[in-house]
């Protein structure tokens, strides 16, 4: 079974987000990438399934800062081969990175492709159903768990209140993960290290990065502070104590 | 080319999903604007009884067997045949297991444009995304002629996209749905676990904040003090460290209780669309920029890990006294 993961590098929220000069983009000069936390889930789905059934997993990323070390993890944790997308990744929207993974994986030709059914910054979709439609794949999304028998793929596919839809799709197809069977698993940085001398990351030119087929944004901001919570200051004890008597006075102590 | 807006009605197992109303609440404002009519698209088996309370003037009714369950196969087909043939201004979706399986194909497929995680529409065609978690904002002009929309939850009230008037309905052909991908071979229920959190009066919730199983303890030690129950955010449920009938959220329960303490919970739309209805919301977040401030009602940005056992220790002490 021949598994390709595409994944992308998203700003970590973690860090403090700031608009830039034209008040329409995230202002690109301190934001710091990591993978997409739902693109974690697939790679980690990807090297769960190659575990269970065999072959080969390939991950592809867009050649962007922190990309080497995202595509080098995901060999430590098993993945066979990397491949990195060199092109201008700045302010590309998801319809022309479809493009470019659309260009690669036709020549790859897997069986399997699993993508992180969204990310926080998917303003014009998520990149699985395009990328779907451009391979002529079938494409399921919301997918937490896959077993894999001959050209047929059982999947587990999340609905709202906790129900799950047993589906099955006929291979090769695209899936949108939300989530691994097992959570993402750690490696150890040596490990990380050793791969790195033994594990090649192949560059291969993106096709043409057009960004359309989103729409333009006039204006980014932070949501207004309409309702913002009053804000409880002081020291732990003191913090505790408002606490308690505004729980008293909910009814709820 | 019409002003119509299409509606896509998101359907599960015989009921209308709430942000199928909440779509047709948008379509309504847009529709007013542009002078168009709002158009309920529902595809199904035998499911033209779901059509009557949806505020639509017109309903587009597509029966077919292979509808009976939401496919993306089938729908991707469907809709395209319906999109081509009436050129509307607008199709909402919602931006969820099913809508989200259907636009952003659609959008490839057509070379019609996209806008996801849109929050609000105004009647000037204005749309306002929420992105980043939460913490920022997207506006901007739906494109033209034809724009394709995923709309999230808590722009518009459900109510506001319900009519007591049932809409004209009116069928409309399936084309051939043979050669199917994708097919749904049975549901599995939500686990019925220890307890029913939808139910529960007081919950007390974690999030990535609690940076691990072993910490899960002081937020149980809390919920006992109160008599409630810990409840978790979606990083947490798939880290294992919680069972997912523990999960609140998008995927997970919709929660109404008296009391919602979130401890370490960033409050990113897909978990704070499952928190709206409960009566008080408190949140316990370093980050002071963390989006669960804007559905608090009162927020701290005191070390959960101080705060909870000494919180603990008072609720404790005002039980028992």
Known sequence: MNIVVAIKLVPDLVEELAIDETGTALDATFLRLIINELDNHAIEQAILSKEHSGGQVTIVAPDVEGADDVLYAAAARGADRLIKLAGDWGGVNNHAMAHALAAVLKTAQPQLVLTGVQAHNDLDGAVGPQLAELLGMPYIGYVSGVSLSGDKAMVRKEYPGGLIAQVEVTLPAVLGIQAAEKPPRYVPISKVRQVMKTTKIEEQPAAELESIGGATVSRMFRPEAGERATMLEGEVDEVAAKLVAIFKEHGVL | ?321
Not at chain 2, 78 to 87: K, M, P, S, T
């Open chain 2, 1 to 321: 080319m019409s002003q119509d807006i299409f509606v896509i009605i998101e359907h599960l197992r015989g009921r209308v999903a709430d942000i199928s109303y909440v779509m047709l609440a948008a379509a309504r404002v847009l529709a007013g604007g542009v002078g168009g009519k709002v158009v309920a698209v529902l595809l199904g088996s035998e499911a033209d009884g779901l059509a009557a309370d949806l505020a639509a003037d017109r309903v587009l009714y597509v029966e077919h067997p292979a509808l009976a369950d939401f496919t993306s196969d089938a729908y991707q087909r469907v809709l395209e045949g319906l999109i081509r043939d009436n050129a509307p201004c607008a199709i909402l979706f919602g931006d969820t297991s099913i809508g989200g399986d259907v636009a952003p194909w659609l959008s490839a497929r057509l070379a019609v444009p996209l806008v996801s995680y849109c929050r609000s529409i105004t009647a000037e065609g204005k749309f306002v995304s929420q992105i980043c978690g939460g913490k920022i904002m997207a506006e901007g002009d739906l494109p033209g002629p034809t724009a394709l929309v995923t709309m999230v939850p808590g722009g518009f009230k459900p109510e506001q996209g319900k009519s007591a008037q049932p809409p004209e309905v009116v069928r409309v052909s399936p084309p051939a749905l043979e050669g199917l991908r994708v097919a749904v071979k049975n549901y599995i229920e939500p686990a019925t676990g220890d307890v029913d959190i939808a139910r529960e009066p007081i919950l007390v919730a974690v999030g990535r904040g609690i940076q691990n199983q072993d910490n899960i303890e002081i937020a149980e030690e809390l919920a006992k003090a109160f008599g409630g129950v810990v409840c978790a955010s979606r990083p947490v449920v798939d880290q294992g460290w919680l069972p997912a009938t523990r999960l609140v959220g998008k995927s997970g329960k919709s929660v109404k209780p008296k009391l919602y303490l979130a401890l370490g919970i960033s409050g990113a739309p897909e978990h704070a669309e499952g928190i709206g209805d409960s009566e008080m919301i408190v949140a316990v977040n370093m980050d002071p920029a963390a989006p669960i401030f804007d559905v608090a009602k009162y927020g701290t940005t005191v070390d959960l890990f101080e705060l909870v056992p000494a919180l603990t220790e008072q609720v404790q002490q005002a039980k028992g006294g």
